[in-house]
């Protein structure tokens, strides 16, 4: 079975914050995928990036980082200076690796607002 | 390159009624996924759709069912509504040979159920 834990269900920072988002997870398979997606009031889900079990390199694109630790089964998403575009819900993601169906699983998510 | 449309964007029916909610997947995807995602929770996988069967199912009941047609646009049809059936419905496309790890998703629809 597949699980993933957003514990922060709502989080609150100062314009030009830098904020971390955390993201744990549950999972039998050997291989399988992360994901991490923005949800902006409007509703439509943004993917904001996709990573394999098989590469715990971190990554950082623009203000955007993302900590993959399988040791610790987590994939930590921070947010360098924080902007008010930023405030959104954000949803960790997983999904085993295979040929055809994969079912993914998302967590409950976080809801960051960006205060001005 | 026209992205994923859902219609209608809202709705509201009455317990006990059918409804069915349309998705028109992004140009060249051949894969679809329908999502449900009660306030303040995370999208539930519902089912997927490719080339016109069904591919996998959550843990739904067989009153949720779907189609996909030969232009790969997909409906949700959900019979005898309940309360708890109010939530917004997403639908997502993938490319091919990518299905979950490459999924775009739609506006969603809104539906209350009263």
């Known amino acids: 079975a597949q699980k993933v834990t957003q514990a922060q269900t709502e989080i609150s920072v100062v314009e030009k914050e830098d904020v971390t988002l955390d993201c744990v997870y549950e999972?039998?398979?050997?291989?399988?995928?992360l994901f991490w997606y923005k949800q902006p009031p409007s509703g439509e889900l943004v993917f904001l990036i996709r990573?394999?079990?098989?590469?715990?390199q971190n990554e950082i694109s623009g203000r955007y980082s993302w900590n993959f630790q399988k040791s610790t089964s987590s994939f930590n998403f921070t947010i360098t200076a924080s902007q008010v575009v930023d405030s959104a819900v954000y949803f960790c993601?997983?999904?085993?690796?295979?040929?055809?169906?994969?079912?993914?699983?998302f967590g409950t998510g976080t809801k960051l607002q960006v205060i001005p | 390159e026209t992205g994923v449309t859902q219609s209608p964007t809202h709705l509201i029916k009455t317990r006990g009624q059918q409804v069915t909610l349309r998705c028109s997947s992004q140009?060249?995807?051949?894969?679809v996924s329908w999502y449900q995602q009660a306030l303040g929770q995370g999208p539930q996988f519902i089912f997927q759709?490719?080339?016109?069967?069904?591919?996998g199912r959550g843990n739904f009941p067989p009153r949720f069912s779907g189609l996909q047609f030969p232009n790969y646009s997909s409906e949700l049809n959900v019979n005898a509504l309940e309360l708890d059936d109010s939530a917004l419905y997403l639908c997502?496309?993938?490319?091919?040979?990518?299905?979950?790890?490459?999924?775009?998703f739609g506006p969603g629809t809104r539906l209350t159920v009263t």
């Open positions: 997502a496309s993938s490319p091919p040979r990518t299905s979950a790890i490459e999924q775009y």
């Open positions: 999972t039998r398979d050997t291989t399988y995928y």
């Open positions: 990573r394999n079990s098989f590469d715990e």
């Open positions: 993601a997983l999904s085993p690796e295979g040929e055809g169906y994969q079912k993914v699983t």
């Open positions: 140009s060249g995807h051949n894969t």
């Open positions: 759709y490719y080339r016109e069967e069904e591919n």
